[in-house]
């Protein structure tokens, strides 16, 4: 019985002493709004996962958008970061929506002045 109380303070303080070695931040990436990406390194972790984490441009701006990929990313979906090219394509993507979504509003808009206008007549 002691053997195992002697194991589990040797663990407690092994940890504890980890405790004050510092942890390496690496960057992995950045998104086209300029967030900066991070994966805390840490070789005596016995975590399965790096803890991972972003560091907004505005730091006062909690309502920023995360990227999809990214998001993907931070929440372990996926195992690598999204790379340039992926970023550029997933953004370029998502410009063409935003046009076709406000020419598709126009016309909407249009078609009920029409309507309006032959109502009106």
């Known amino acids: 019985m002691s053997?195992?109380?002697r194991g589990l303070?040797?663990?407690?303080?092994?940890?504890?002493?980890?405790?004050?070695?510092p942890t390496q931040h690496k960057l992995i990436g950045e998104d086209y709004?300029?967030?900066?990406?991070?994966?805390?390194?840490?070789?005596?972790?016995?975590?399965?996962?790096s803890p991972r984490?972003?560091?907004?441009?505005?730091?006062d701006d909690n309502t920023q958008?995360?990227?999809?990929?990214?998001?993907?990313?931070l929440r372990y979906r996926r195992k690598d970061p999204p790379s340039e090219e992926e970023i550029?394509?997933?953004?370029?993507?998502q410009?063409?929506?935003?046009?076709?979504?406000?020419?598709l509003e126009t016309k909407h808009f249009m078609r009920s002045i029409k309507i309006m206008v032959k109502i009106i007549r």
């Open 33 to 49: 709004y300029g967030t900066k990406y991070y994966e805390i390194e840490n070789p005596r972790s016995r975590r399965k996962n």
């Open 9 to 21: 303070f040797r663990i407690i303080l092994k940890n504890f002493i980890a405790s004050f070695k």
């Open 65 to 73: 958008e995360v990227p999809v990929e990214w998001e993907a990313w």
């Open 3 to 5: 053997g195992k109380e």
């Open 53 to 59: 984490y972003f560091v907004p441009v505005n730091k």
């Open 88 to 93: 550029r394509q997933n953004y370029q993507l």
């Open 95 to 103: 410009m063409i929506k935003k046009r076709n979504a406000a020419e």
